[in-house]
């Protein structure tokens, strides 16, 4: 009968701690969401702790000309959280023996036509330590020696994947959504799939028509549309030991390099992700001004909590801080909160 009324009480407690963070968190939000100044904020907010949903909120439009309003199960461009989503994929294919991860990108594609093929190692594409700018031109760097984003690192990385496979990338990252039951996510230009996804706007700035045609080049950059309802379901399959060996996770979230992001302040480069130090944080920010689309999924290990804010719109590229203004300042309450937590 103790241990009953223990276990009862262990339960209770949990659960008054999770409606408790709820309660602080749910209007504390609503009145970040509800700042108006600059420009209002116009998306999704998921807030999920052990893949239960703690907070949610859907404001503006999917469609501004229809008046069609946005919900929960409104697709967006993910931008660069995609580039997590392809360094899985190598991964798996790494732990199927296809891919070693030391080895030059020349290894792969034995034709391709830079030199510089026979240098740099699909490590450094994942890392951007590569130095690669773009084909025909000199490496920015001596691979390994120094960080610098690459969007082009990750092309080199689709191409990687589709030759030692065989199958397109949309195809893999479809067999991989479904693994993870992420049901309303795809890669730009797989309609029907992914049809109705969030309009996106430029702030300021003109309306834009929502876009389903990214640059190959970009797809497995910043190419993925999906939810924040998959998103979650994303981050428990990463996060939960359901998709990568534990010697391929470690090595993922292992800080290979140092950068200074505009808002997440200084963060590890992983495989496709950023991280702190202590990587109580984990996951990216996706950008681009010229689709319109502001995302940030970020997953706290210490407290297995999810913190995703998907936006169809976007600030100048050269006022960012305010571009991700209310992604900084739920950021802000919801980590020390989960540290808090852990305590």
């Known amino acids: ?37 600059i420009r209002a904020f116009n998306g999704v907010v998921l807030i999920a702790k ?60 034995p034709d391709f036509p830079d ?5 740099i190692t699909v490590h450094q594409l994942l890392n951007h330590t590569s130095g690669v700018v773009w084909y025909d031109q000199p490496l920015a760097f001596t691979p390994g020696s120094r960080y610098a984003y690459s969007n082009f690192g990750y092309a080199l990385l689709k191409q990687v994947l589709e030759k030692v496979t065989g199958q397109p990338y949309r195809a893999l990252a479809s067999i991989l959504f479904k693994k993870c039951g992420m049901s309303h996510s795809g890669v730009a230009g797989q309609l029907p799939a992914i049809q109705g996804y969030a309009y996106s706007e430029k702030v300021p700035g003109d309306i834009l028509t ?36 534990d010697s391929s996770y470690q090595a993922m979230i292992t800080a290979w390099q140092h950068r200074d992001h505009s808002i997440l302040g200084r963060m590890g480069a992983g495989y496709g992700v950023l991280l702190t130090d202590d990587k109580k944080e984990i996951g990216h920010t996706g950008y681009m001004s010229q689709l319109g689309f502001t ?49």
Not at 9 to 16: D, K, L, N, Q, Y
Not at 115 to 119: E, G, K, N, S, Y
Not at 307 to 331: C, Q, R, T, Y
């Open 50 to 109: 052990d893949g239960k949903v703690q907070y949610e909120k859907s404001i503006g439009y999917a469609d501004r000309e229809k008046k069609r309003q946005l919900d929960m199960d409104s697709r967006f461009i993910i931008m660069s959280v995609t580039k997590q989503i392809t360094a899985v994929m190598v991964l798996q294919e790494a732990e199927k023996g296809r891919i070693q991860l030391q080895q030059t990108l020349r290894t792969y594609l």
């Open 1 to 37: 009968m103790l241990t009953r009324t223990l276990l009862l009480a262990g339960i209770f407690s949990c659960t008054v701690n999770l409606l408790g963070a709820q309660q602080r968190w749910a209007p504390a939000i609503d009145s970040i969401l509800a700042v108006k100044q």
């Open 210 to 245: 929502p876009k389903d045609t990214i640059p190959d080049f970009l797809l497995a950059g910043a190419g993925v549309v999906s939810t924040a309802g998959d998103l979650l379901r994303w981050n428990q399959h990463l996060h939960g030991g359901k998709l990568l060996r």
């Open 115 to 119: 030199r510089w093929a026979d240098t």
């Open 295 to 343: 995302t940030i999924n970020l997953y706290f290990p210490a407290t297995r909590t999810s913190m995703i804010v998907l936006e169809n719109v976007a600030w100048k590229e050269s006022d960012l801080p305010h571009g991700f203004s209310f992604e900084k300042d739920i950021l802000s309450l919801i980590s020390p909160v989960a540290k808090e937590n852990h305590r």
